[in-house]
């Protein structure tokens, strides 16, 4: 069996359900034992799912929500790093959904267009990137644990955060790979003095640091989490039409534009395909193949423990030092 026949589908790793009744949608991230990372085929079929809840009478509040502990770590890194390698069953071609038996070739390697036909797709809602932007209805993230990566892209873009106490807030690359697709918006929802923190330190923010500076609507115990989101829904459920909603959700979009949250996304994305150009200067951490090929999860515990303890991304790492503490959650 392939490290690719391992992994779920998407279909597994990204449920769907609604309510008709109380037209409440709600999607279901279900890979708890992989911190809920998303595979590329997760992350289009989320896009898919949320363009439809969009088009669908039956929905007019969406729900995001994880089972497990945490929320979410951002991409299946194993899966994307073998793609760009050019490992595995998975050609860039897919990132950017063309068939792969689709009669078209791919940019080849040191070509420019290599790297930022992927990397500039994270501004195509389609990409499961910037697709709770389009959606002209009301949408819910509720976040728990780690909220890091793609899944921290979800919290910017959303329409209302719910937020359990344990959350942390914020994206390894920060830390490991230098820049992270749509800085803008974060510098929007955030403010931009606390979001250059979070970017120069690499550090996540807690719960209560994202409520203070706007970015999370409620912070809860985290077994109160699922009732406070429930409440929220059934609250923008029975509110305005839906009519009006898609209405308020055109004008929010203007006041978006007017700050220039797509201009942002289309800038973020062509400063991150330099990356390449990038060099290492020896202090710090790369995440690449050869990072992962040494040992991911060992190379993120010895790199995690460099900072002080309360600035760690793994929550273990961040409570205590302890020398049985699970190395997976760095």
């Known amino acids: 069996m392939t490290e690719k026949d391992s992994r779920p589908t998407a279909e597994e790793i990204v449920l769907y359900e609604k309510d008709p009744e109380t037209r409440i949608a709600t999607i279901t991230l279900d890979r708890a034992d992989d911190l809920n990372a998303m595979t590329i085929d997760a992350q289009h079929r989320y896009a898919d799912l949320v363009r439809l809840a969009g088009i669908d009478d ?147 923010f807690t719960a209560k640091e994202m409520y203070d500076c706007d970015f999370v609507n409620a912070v809860v115990p985290f077994d109160e989490l699922e009732a406070m989101t429930e409440k929220y829904a059934l609250a923008c459920s029975r509110s305005r039409p839906t009519d009006t909603v898609f209405v308020q959700k055109t004008f929010f979009e203007i006041y978006k534009q007017h700050q220039g949250e797509y201009m942002g996304s289309i800038l973020a994305g062509l400063l991150e395909s330099t990356g390449r150009l990038l060099r290492p200067d020896g202090t710090s951490l790369e995440l690449d193949r050869e990072m992962l090929d040494r040992g991911l999860t060992n190379s993120v515990r010895d790199n995690d423990e460099r900072f002080p303890p309360d600035w760690r991304l793994s929550q273990r790492g961040r409570a205590a030092e302890q020398p049985d503490r699970n190395p997976e959650e760095g």
């Open 58 to 204: 039956d929905v007019k509040v969406l729900v995001i929500r994880a089972n497990g502990p945490h929320l979410g770590s951002g991409a299946d890194l194993p899966e994307l790093l073998d793609i760009m390698a050019g490992r595995g069953d998975v050609s860039m071609k897919h990132i950017v959904r063309v068939p792969d038996d689709a009669d078209v070739v791919y940019p080849p390697k040191g070509s420019y267009r290599y790297g930022a036909s992927n990397v500039q797709s994270y501004t195509d809602p389609s990409a499961g990137m910037r697709s709770l932007q389009d959606f002209k209805k009301i949408s819910i993230l509720e976040v728990r644990g780690y909220c890091y990566g793609w899944h921290f892209y979800q919290a910017a873009d959303a329409d209302i955060v719910i937020s359990s106490d344990d959350a942390l807030f914020g994206h390894a690359a920060f830390r490991y790979a230098g820049y992270a697709a749509r800085q803008w918006q974060w510098c929007t929802m955030m403010g931009l003095r606390k979001f250059m923190e979070m970017v120069f330190t690499g550090r996540p």
